[in-house]
């Protein structure tokens, strides 16, 4: 029971990110292929590098058809009505960090079966969550946006704590799986809600560089 209600939560989660990734290849005018492979890669691409880091291989998205299906599956009906998804915007958004949330307690969930250390279990709920959405950047030549000030990856931190608290104080594996995916969820909410970033860079590059090579770079 408890592995097909933690699947179903995790084909929710990657069918909410591969919409995120098929909706970034739209808005860059990828052709079905581009599209296809966005929502792929942010579906599935975290879970596959945190297997990889584990040395749970093959990875998970790999041995069960229906993640991968799921990506293709929403790529594919985003790609033929995408101007009934782009008016859906903030529903995207709000169920995105649902996504995060599901991500990073089923990444903390999965490190900590591998009995790896606190620092560990961040990093397999963090990579879990964002590792995706990374790949998805770099390949349509973006800044993560995880780098961009954006109150997200911070997000999966702190919730990767909670579940690693919850974890240690032998709290039912469901209600631990609960608190860290709503604890998530309401940061990244409230973090877009009321515009809260982390604090950028604004050292002027003039005060080290002579204007000359400003230029060049």
Not at 184 to 206: D, G, N, T
Request: charged share 15%; glycine share 10%.
């Amino acid at each position: 029971m408890e592995k097909e209600i933690i699947l179903s939560l995790d084909i929710f989660g990657t069918a909410i990110f591969a919409a995120t990734g098929a909706i970034k290849g739209v808005r860059r005018r990828l052709d079905i292929f581009g599209v296809t492979v966005l929502a792929c890669c942010v579906g599935v691409g975290g879970g596959i590098t945190r297997d990889a880091i584990l040395g749970a291989v093959p990875a998970a998205a790999l041995q069960n058809w229906s993640y991968l299906g799921v990506s293709i599956a929403v790529a594919l009906i985003i790609f033929f009505s995408v101007r009934f998804w782009m008016k859906l915007r903030n529903i995207i958004q709000i169920c995105d960090a649902v996504g995060l949330g599901v991500f990073t307690a089923i990444g903390a969930a999965k490190g900590m079966s591998f009995e790896v250390s606190f620092i560990g279990i961040l990093l397999c709920g963090v990579i879990t969550a964002i590792g995706g959405g990374i790949i998805r950047d770099i390949l349509v030549r973006e800044i993560p946006v995880v780098l961009r000030s954006d109150f997200y990856a911070t997000a999966s931190l702190l919730g990767g704590t909670v579940y690693y608290c919850l974890a240690v104080s032998n709290t039912n594996w469901f209600l631990n799986f609960l608190i860290t995916s709503t604890f998530v969820f309401s940061i990244r909410f409230l973090a877009m809600h009321y515009k809260l970033q982390l604090p950028e860079a604004h050292v002027s590059l003039k005060k080290f560089f002579p204007p000359s090579e400003l230029q060049k770079k």
